[in-house]
């Protein structure tokens, strides 16, 4: 399976300070169609996951332009341009590459200094 | 609004069984794949089963494969899971979570329930 890991495991911030979460898989998440299935999640203290960005950096409906995404091959990036105080939680990537094994990183727990 | 709602988690003794469901509304349950993920107690994600929209394609983590059983009624816009011969790690909240938009499993699940509870303790 491809193995997740995620730098820092947790990320003290100053408000409308930026912010990134770098992600490494062990293997290459480019797929034989030429997408690359690198996707991040957020989860807000008591909530459900949300995913932010798929395909590394398409950003979901709704998702702040403040959230990015970068990366190709083995690692990646998720970068807060400005943290606020609704950004509080765990972030996730998640590599759907090698589907059905999909597996995710361990988690960065980003916090507001 | 596109909804998932889990139910069925609860307190169970090592080897015990549990079934957990599904309830899905606001779209077409017939046509998605679903998942089930879990999150033990202070821990990440664990992606666990997909069952396909006709039930022919199913996958299961090697954490879970030969315990639980996937499957779903489409009439009844529900998607269950079997837990079997149950385990202290298997302690966690349970999601059930699908890929509306776009709808390709590799770019991972944007609709997610709130989860159940699954307790197992003696």
């Known amino acids: 399976d491809a193995v997740m890991t995620q730098s820092p495991l947790s990320l003290p911030v100053t408000l409308g300070q930026p912010a990134s979460i770098s992600c490494s898989s062990s293997?290459?998440?480019?797929?034989?169609?030429?997408?690359?299935?690198l996707n991040w999640f957020q989860q807000r203290p008591g909530q459900s996951p949300r995913r932010l960005i798929y395909?590394?950096?398409n950003r979901d409906s709704g998702v702040p332009e403040r959230f990015s995404g970068s990366g190709s091959g083995t690692d990646f990036t998720l970068k807060i341009s400005r943290v606020e105080a609704e950004d509080v939680g765990v972030y996730y990537c998640?590599?759907?590459?090698?589907?059905?094994?999909?597996?995710f990183g361990q988690g960065t727990k980003l916090e507001i200094k | 609004e596109v909804q998932v709602v889990e139910s069925g988690g609860g307190l169970v003794q090592p080897g015990g069984s549990l079934r957990l469901s599904c309830a899905a509304s606001?779209?077409?349950?017939?046509?998605?794949?679903m998942n089930w993920v879990r999150q033990a107690p202070g821990k990440g994600l664990e992606w666990l089963s997909y069952?396909?929209?006709?039930?022919?394609?199913?996958y299961y983590a090697d954490s879970v494969k030969g315990r639980f059983t996937v499957s779903r009624d489409n009439a009844k816009n529900s998607l269950y899971l079997q837990m079997n011969s149950l385990r202290a790690e298997d302690m966690a909240v349970y999601y059930c979570?699908?890929?509306?938009?776009?709808?390709?499993?590799?770019?991972?699940?944007?609709?997610w329930g709130q989860g159940t509870t699954v307790t197992v303790s003696s």
């Open positions: 293997q290459s998440l480019v797929h034989s169609d030429g997408n690359t299935y």
């Open positions: 979570a699908l890929s509306v938009v776009p709808t390709a499993i590799r770019c991972g699940m944007d609709v």
């Open positions: 606001g779209f077409t349950f017939s046509s998605y794949s």
């Open positions: 069952i396909n929209p006709g039930s022919s394609t199913i």
């Open positions: 998640m590599q759907g590459t090698h589907w059905p094994r999909v597996t």
């Open positions: 395909k590394v950096s």
